[in-house]
């Protein structure tokens, strides 16, 4: 199983970004539990958001407050986190993970699978 994360960059507060995760080598009509994670300089990861690829079902974490959107597109074994209203606090090192469960999670425990990550960084 490979993820492939990318959409990180430098962006001003209040700007929005788009982060994408390719994933590839689950069995074909398999389902898995997608999410992103994050992890701040000297902090510990922190949940931002999961879906379920099986039937989209999604859960958000505490840092959401409704600027993030996680979805899939399944023709593309893809999943996106949008994310608005960014602010320096978003600052991270942003992973996406899967595993082949049907049900969301947001413990990083619940999760086989791991991308490299891609950088966020939010100015001032």
């Known amino acids: 199983v490979q993820l492939q994360a990318c959409g990180g960059g430098l962006v001003q507060s209040g700007g929005s970004l788009r982060l994408s995760c390719a994933a590839s080598g689950f069995p074909q009509n398999s389902y898995q539990r997608l999410g992103w994670f994050r992890q701040a300089p000297g902090k510990e990861h922190e949940e931002v958001a999961c879906?379920?690829?099986?039937?989209?079902?999604?859960v958000y974490g505490r840092s959401n407050q409704g600027r993030f959107t996680i979805s899939r597109d399944m023709a593309k074994n893809t999943i996106y986190l949008q994310m608005n209203s960014l602010n320096p606090e978003d600052t991270a090192v942003h992973y996406c993970a899967a595993d082949p469960q049907l049900l969301t999670a947001l413990s990083q425990y619940e999760y086989d699978y791991w991308g490299q990550g891609t950088l966020v960084t939010v100015s001032s």
């Open positions: 879906i379920s690829s099986s039937d989209g079902s999604t």
